[in-house]
């Protein structure tokens, strides 16, 4: 431009929209569009919802976030556990397949009676733990010991401990006899106090050392389908659960809950018959808000470690 003057002056060009907000506009047409306003990102994903589709031919039953958040591990009914990128673009860097000879129903950092390196893909360990099938599986570092132990549960009526990592055996540490079909476990803060569901619709709580049961949370009217510990050991979430019962759905299957980790366990989130994930306030016992999308039950939730995801 040219000013009267005959001097010129470069028009600065305009500063693009920071690349962590939402622009919503008032029109489907790129030409017409209009902006309403702006919603700031909390988080880094490049989307407010990312679908990661493709890799399993059957229900997904279970899915975890890696104790960095940057991976995403998955299982099926088709037998096989996907590995994704949290992070742009979303890959699907590797597909464990045919692990099982039935439908993978939990995984954690070292899956259920398998253990698989998912850097090259191989069996580290395989062990023949139950006579049933295996429902639940949950992992801690027990003490200041510094050892990793895995519980299973299963419909043999039977938790089984064992001694994690590469250096472990095939032989159970210690097996729980429960008498009923397990649903679920979980490890107490200390990695000393084992909770367990089970289809007599009771928690119980046995002491790992004692190889006792130690007390037993009553109260459901249904199976406890999942057990997740709160991220500060204080609360224990169970659902479905008789007393303020999110709204899952009409569906009996293990529907598996999880606490947020970002903001220290003030949220809740359990998924349904009703394709919704619900998002609860624990505080308050109300729900923020309900995310669709599903188009089937929705199985498992997971929250991100670090991030509001």
């Not at 305009?14 to 919503?24: D, V």
């Not at 031919?57 to 299982?75: H, K, M, V, W, Y």
């Not at 949220?267 to 999308?293: F, H, M, N, Q, T």
Request: hydrophobic letters at 35%; glycine letters at 10%.
């Amino acid at each position: 431009l040219a000013a009267p003057d005959g001097t010129l002056i470069k028009r600065a060009k305009a500063t693009p929209p920071p690349s962590n907000q939402i622009a919503i506009s008032s029109a489907g047409d790129d030409r017409s569009k209009g902006l309403i306003r702006t919603v700031k990102r909390t988080s880094s994903l490049e989307a407010p919802i990312i679908s990661l589709a493709g890799a399993h031919s059957g229900e997904i039953l279970s899915c975890r976030f890696d104790p960095t958040g940057q991976n995403i591990a998955a299982c099926s009914a088709d037998r096989s556990v996907s590995l994704w990128r949290t992070y742009p673009p979303n890959t699907n860097y590797g597909l464990l397949s045919n692990l099982t000879k039935a439908p993978i129903l939990d995984l954690q950092c070292r899956p259920h009676a398998m253990f698989d390196n998912v850097t090259t893909g191989q069996r580290v360990r395989k062990i023949r733990a139950h006579r049933e099938i295996i429902n639940t599986v949950d992992r801690t570092m027990a003490g200041g010991a510094g050892t990793e132990l895995v519980a299973t549960g299963s419909d043999d009526g039977t938790v089984k401990i064992w001694e994690g990592g590469e250096e472990g055996g095939k032989i159970a540490v210690s097996t729980l006899e429960i008498g009923c079909p397990v649903t679920a476990v979980c490890w107490g803060a200390d990695g000393t106090n084992l909770y367990i569901g089970a289809l007599d619709n009771e928690i119980h709580v046995y002491d790992f050392r004692k190889g006792e049961q130690v007390y037993t949370l009553t109260g459901h009217t249904d199976t406890p389908t999942s057990l997740s510990l709160s991220p500060n050991g204080n609360f224990l979430l169970s659902p479905p659960s008789p007393h303020k019962r999110a709204p899952a759905g009409f569906e009996n299957t293990l529907l598996r809950g999880a606490w947020s980790k970002d903001d220290g366990g003030q949220r809740v989130a359990v998924g349904g018959a009703d394709r919704a994930v619900c998002i609860w306030d624990v505080e308050k016992s109300k729900i923020l808000y309900k995310l669709p999308g599903h188009k089937g039950t929705v199985t498992a939730v997971d929250f991100h470690p670090r991030e509001p995801i």
